[in-house]
């Protein structure tokens, strides 16, 4: 009681004058003068203007400032925008500064600000004109001096409290789309002039999408902004980073790469155990950085995906705005590369890496490739070593100097074939690359394994039997100054059979729908300019003794002697002797100019053939009901998609045009001999121009044109001359019966798919001729005499009339033959089959002074053309159609 009695009362006494300067100072904040003493006090604390939306002090139960909506100004020599603005700010006063009756701040607390970090014209940024200018005794610091005061402290900060923060930046006028988002941590002065840093943020990038950006982590201690934050040092963690993101952080575009990217470092400034180094300005860094499960974007993840870890140690001298990797260390699973860089951060940037030692595996450039290509077989093994020294600078890529050696090793494709792999030599000087020397000698383990076994068995010495030469050359050439480069191939393949199968294991097949065997040899070469993709193509390849099996044809077409052209991009062949639809073939399909700048392929071709039949082409492409050959085979020949659907799509932009002959050509019962033609072809149309041919003895010439989709139309033009009736393609054993020449023109159209349907949908018409006419079997003038058959044979000198086709009929129409003596009238039907129903009608010939018979008589011919029945009726039923 006696304590409750001797300190109540001077408790009371305190919290009465507690509340009381609570109360007043609450009331003093909101007058005039001290609203702009405070707000004085924060610009002088910022080195900034300040602008505030409202001001409190609470004394209890510590004393505290509570800003709402501040607002730091910039340096007009930065732009207009603020320097420094957070929604809410709380710093607290320190006791000893309100006893001595100074606003002295020891805490403060910043919730979600947001920092401007701007760099001018001149490369300076507005955090360097923040701090004070560096001096001569700045430039001096050591980690155990003490940096020097400002001349006028107004406040000792201890801690600064930063959460849900934001750092932008800013070129200039520019707003960059880089920023820092979640910005949180702290700031504490652990010493006099030394400052403690524990923040953390996320990267963040407008008008991307992001998802897995990580979190970056920086722990360090700098000195105060007196000494300009010198010396310091700052460990830096970045990890969980999705390298999809961390792309699109760095470019906004997604480059299709994925995988998972961590990185951590050290820097330090003034922290050298020398004076020269402590007195230096340049930061000193170290970096390690890890990717690893490394893919494209569409493929799934492997346990060989590829991953890469990149040592850096080195050398920022800011002022100088160059950064020096002094130690700079590439690592592979298998592989590593060593050396150093030079970086310009400063101006323009450019760059520059120098390895003095590199040793790459096979294994690891073959996991790349795999990592970003689909499709790769799972047997492919690459053992291979590639060693030197290379240097190289800037973007695009430069090459500068350094040599490259590769030892001998071995490829190991499926399908029981290998390739060895001889040693080779590349060298870079003036900024161009050269490989040379790169030789793959294509072989099979079933025929080394053969060899070997032979050699085995065989005797003490035996003999030497030389293997048959399988190898590609190659050379490489990438001038970088002059922004171009080459490829060049040298093939020697007795079996082309290795080569296929090596590029379908990398997933880049050569022969798409088709087959190849046989030998191949020749020169190929790929020139570009600034873009590979843009490479033309020139050369050639001589191809003997082989069979091309292509989609679409079932059976192989056998080449003796054939060269392919490459030059000025365009594409040549030259058959020399190939055989196939049944015949031999020579002549040149090429590549037209106007095919290179437009979507459209353009051919042209000049082609002879000995002999052609339908039926071999039946063969060749059928079965007859598929009417997608044409689709299947022309993408397989040009390397295209085998689909039916794009096929097509590429079957109408090819457009292709010359000249087709035969030495004989027959279609069914028409025999063509000597045929030439014009063709062309374009957006699935076909035009077949000046077509002349030798048939039946006489002359056809005419032409044709086709419409290949989306159901095949087809219509021709024809005019004969002088042909051998006779040779026609009539039923069995009627052509016996006819004699004499024809002349005439005729039209057909049709439509559809197959011998049936064409026939079916077959229309048309002409007219006839004749010359010189004999029908044996019957004398038709004796027969109407005679009132019944007569045999014999009937003569006409002349005849002509109309014919039409349709209904799978050939309907002759008012065909009149005129004799010496008499004039016939020949009309009726003859089937597609060997049906028929023909009557002719003989009209005398009135003779001067004499009058003409009234009662007439026709002959008829019924039923089979082989052997039609024969009947005499009264000419009244001619015309009428039993």
Not at 90 to 97: D, M, N, Q, V
Not at 850 to 857: D, E, L, M, P, Y
Request: aromatic share 8%; hydrophobic share 40%.
């Amino acid at each position: 009681m006696t304590w409750l009695r001797k300190y109540g009362g001077i408790a009371l006494v305190v919290l009465a004058l507690l509340i009381a300067a609570q109360v007043g100072v609450s009331l003093l904040v909101r007058t005039h003068r001290m609203h702009g003493y405070l707000i004085a006090h924060l610009a002088s604390s910022f080195g900034r203007p300040v602008q505030v939306g409202g001001l409190s002090v609470a004394i209890l139960p510590i004393p505290e400032l509570d800003v709402d909506a501040i607002t730091i100004g910039e340096n007009p020599a930065f732009g207009n925008e603020y320097f420094l603005r957070a929604e809410h700010m709380t710093a607290r006063f320190r006791w000893l500064g309100l006893l001595r009756g100074h606003f002295e701040f020891g805490t403060m607390s910043l919730t979600r600000p947001s920092l401007i970090l701007v760099r001018n014209s001149v490369g300076r940024w507005n955090l360097e004109d923040w701090l004070p200018p560096a001096g001569p005794n700045t430039a001096g610091v050591t980690p155990n001096s003490r940096p020097q005061a400002p001349a006028e402290s107004t406040h000792h900060l201890r801690v600064i409290d930063v959460d849900e923060g934001r750092i932008n930046f800013k070129e200039g006028e520019e707003k960059r789309p880089f920023a820092f988002i979640d910005v949180s941590g702290t700031v504490e002065q652990v010493s006099e002039g030394r400052w403690q840093l524990r923040l953390e943020a996320q990267p963040w990038r407008s008008g991307v999408s992001l998802q897995s950006t990580g979190t970056i982590q920086v722990v360090g201690d700098v000195a105060g902004t007196s000494a300009r934050l010198q010396p310091a040092q700052i460990r830096l963690h970045w990890g969980k980073v999705s390298l999809a993101d961390l792309f699109r952080l760095v470019t906004g575009n997604d480059s299709g790469v994925r995988g998972e990217f961590s990185l951590d470092g050290n820097a330090s400034v003034g922290m050298g155990s020398s004076a020269a180094d402590s007195s230096s300005s340049a930061w000193r860094f170290e970096l390690q950085a890890r990717a690893a499960q490394i893919h494209r974007w569409d493929l799934t993840e492997r346990s060989d995906n590829p991953r890469i870890n990149l040592n850096v140690k080195g050398l920022w001298d800011i002022a100088a705005g160059q950064a020096r990797a002094e130690e700079l260390r590439v690592e592979l699973p298998r592989s590593n590369l060593s050396g150093s860089a030079v970086l310009q951060t400063a101006g323009p940037a450019d760059w520059q890496a120098q390895f003095k030692s590199m040793a790459v595996q096979g294994t690891d450039l073959l996991a790349w490739y795999r990592a970003f290509q689909p499709e790769i077989a799972e047997e492919v093994a690459v053992e291979d070593l590639i060693t030197g020294e290379l240097s190289v600078s800037g973007w695009p890529l430069r090459w500068e100097q350094g040599t490259i050696e590769g030892s001998a090793g071995t490829l190991h494709v499926p399908g029981a074939s290998l390739a060895r792999i001889d040693p080779f030599h590349a060298s870079v000087r003036n900024g161009k690359f050269i490989l040379e020397g790169l030789r793959l000698k294509l072989v099979t383990e079933s025929a080394s394994q053969a060899a070997n076994e032979k050699m085995e068995k065989g005797a003490t010495k035996p003999r030497a039997t030389a293997a048959p030469d399988n190898t590609v050359e190659a050379s490489l050439t990438q001038d970088s100054a002059g922004h171009e480069g080459a490829l060049h191939l040298n093939l020697h393949l007795a079996d082309c059979t290795p080569l296929f199968k090596t590029t379908a294991a990398f997933a880049h097949p050569l022969n798409k729908g088709w087959e190849y065997t046989g030998a191949a040899s020749g020169f190929l070469a790929w020139n570009w300019g600034s873009s590979w993709k843009e490479a033309q193509r020139s050369g050639s390849i001589e191809l003997t003794r082989s069979q091309l099996q292509v989609a679409g044809l079932n059976e192989p077409m056998k080449i003796e002697e054939a060269r392919l052209e490459w030059k000025g991009g365009l594409r040549k062949a030259t058959l020399g002797k190939a055989e196939a639809f049944g015949a031999a073939w020579s002549g040149s399909i090429s590549e037209a100019a106007e095919g290179i700048t437009s979507e459209e392929n353009h051919w042209g071709f000049e082609l002879h053939a000995d002999h052609l039949d339908a039926k071999e082409l039946d063969r060749w492409v059928g079965p007859r009901a598929r009417p997608n050959w044409l689709q299947r085979l022309l993408p397989s020949l040009l390397g295209g998609s085998e689909t039916a659907g794009r096929a097509s799509e590429l079957l109408r932009r090819v457009s292709a045009e010359g000249e087709l002959s035969a030495d004989a050509f027959a279609i069914e019962k028409i025999k063509l001999v000597k045929a030439r033609a014009r063709l062309s072809l374009h957006a699935l149309h076909l035009e077949v121009k000046d077509a002349e041919a030798q048939w039946a003895g006489g002359t056809v010439r005419g032409g044709m044109r086709a419409v290949f989709s989306p159901l095949p139309k087809y219509e021709v033009n024809a005019e004969l001359d002088r042909v051998n009736l006779a040779q026609l393609p009539w039923p069995p054993h009627w052509a016996e019966r006819w004699i004499g020449a024809a002349s005439g023109k005729i039209h057909l159209s049709t439509q559809g798919v197959g011998k049936e349907e064409l026939l079916k949908q077959l229309v048309g018409g002409g007219q006839v001729k004749l010359s010189k006419i004999e029908f044996r079997g019957w004398d038709v003038e004796s027969s109407a005499e005679a009132e019944r058959p007569t045999i014999g044979v009937s003569r006409w000198a002349t005849g002509e009339g109309e014919f039409s086709l349709g209904e799978e009929r050939m309907r002759l129409e008012a065909i009149e033959l005129n004799g010496a003596h008499v004039r016939t009238r020949l009309e009726g039907i003859i089937s597609f089959g060997t049906e028929g129903n023909l009557t002719f009608a003989p009209v005398p010939r009135a003779l001067p002074g004499t009058r003409t018979v009234s009662q007439a008589r026709e002959l008829r011919l019924s039923g089979s053309l082989e052997s039609p029945a024969a009947t005499v009726q009264p000419a009244a039923g001619v015309g009428k159609q039993p």
